[in-house]
């Protein structure tokens, strides 16, 4: 018997294998729109052979070019935000922790794994739906958090439902939450494409955590890189747990060259920017409730499993959640594959509401 019981995986997008198995289309026919990765990534130059060679090199300059290009104290290199999420629990007091009903799905396990009682909430803008049951709270700008509330998990800009706070607004659950001895965790994965809802440059405060992604605007999801930008303490802590050579030097390489690189940063912003409303744009003329981010655009429909199958069938590969129905759409890749959405879509929507 294993000395601990295996916890379910949390089901993510870019499982194309298990798409092209089910449908029995090939990988390479496939257009895969089930992430929001920025599809064009960072043009990585050279890697130096060395890199391969000699073991990471902890202190080298990436964490304070980190730390410089998001306005923060200090930066914790690590392996994809993912790793950080598991140590979370390590370094907060125990209380009750907030997390959306529908989002990052990683972060309720981990807590309730370490014995954290967690409360689900939803937002106004997604409303209850169908899942009221499953939800304690409503995350309400106009309302405080509720009394029992010690810390809060806020996905800012949310995967998937693409809700966004402005700096004051998050700061005011951070302060919030601060009276209590708690702590706001803020993942901004997806916030490179709009930096003025970052509060990364608050980081250095006790009761806040930021998490920071280079998967998703730089399209290095393969290089499993994040950054944890908090105060000393946790810092310092968090520092012990993730030990040596956590992150490869080939991948620190990558990322050290993709932010220093601002040219690059400020034109894709602004080719995320179009191309995110232009699947917006589309997606508007076959539903009536599509919410964007610059990366992905989410649309609420109860034929959520009837849209992704038809789409599968086509060979267009779409996320699609549950809890509350809907689907998310990452965005194409070039020409040909927009205008391959655009024909699918129009043949799904026929399908569906005939």
């Known amino acids: 018997m294993l000395p601990f019981p295996h916890p379910a995986p949390v089901p993510h997008g870019g499982n194309l294998g298990d798409a092209a198995a089910r449908y029995g289309i090939a990988r390479e026919q496939w257009i895969d729109l089930s992430t ?23 202190h080298d300059d990436l964490e304070a070019i980190a730390a410089e290009h998001y306005g ?39 807590f309730e794994r370490a014995g954290f009682p967690v409360a689900r909430f939803v937002t106004p803008e997604l409303g209850w739906g169908d899942s009221a049951h499953a939800a304690s709270f409503v995350l309400d700008p106009s309302r405080e958090l509720p009394v029992d509330l010690k810390h809060l998990i806020l996905v800012n800009p949310n995967n998937p439902g693409t809700e966004r706070y402005c700096a004051q607004q998050v700061m005011s659950w951070c302060v919030q939450l601060a009276a209590r001895g708690g702590t706001l965790v803020v993942d901004e994965a997806f916030i490179e494409s709009m930096p003025d809802f970052s509060v990364a440059r608050f980081a250095n405060r006790e009761a806040l955590i930021v998490l920071r992604s280079i998967g998703k605007f730089y399209g290095l999801a393969g290089a499993r890189v994040g950054f944890v930008l908090a105060c000393e303490r946790i810092d310092a802590a968090m520092r012990a747990m993730r030990g040596p050579w956590t992150v490869s030097g080939p991948a620190r390489l990558a990322v050290r060259a993709a932010l220093l690189d601002s040219e690059w940063q400020t034109k894709t912003r602004s080719e995320l920017i179009a191309s995110g ?60 594959a927009w205008m391959r959405l655009d024909a699918a879509l129009n043949s799904v929507k026929i399908e569906v509401q005939g």
């Open 72 to 110: 923060t104290t200090r930066a914790l290199a690590v392996a994809g935000t993912q790793a950080a999420i598991r140590m979370l629990p390590a370094v907060l007091p125990k209380g009750r922790v907030g997390v959306g009903l529908l989002t990052y799905g990683e972060y309720a396990p981990a």
């Open 277 to 336: 409303e232009r699947l917006a744009d589309m997606l508007g003329r076959h539903h009536t409730k599509v919410m964007s981010t610059p990366l992905f655009s989410w649309v609420r429909t109860g034929q959520a499993e009837r849209w992704q199958d038809g789409l599968a069938r086509l060979g267009i590969w779409v996320r699609r959640f549950d809890v509350i129905q809907g689907i998310r759409f990452g965005l194409p890749a070039d020409e040909a």
């Open 36 to 58: 929001g990765i920025n599809p064009h990534g960072y043009p990585v130059p050279p890697i130096d052979p060395q890199a391969w060679i000699r073991l990471p090199d902890d």
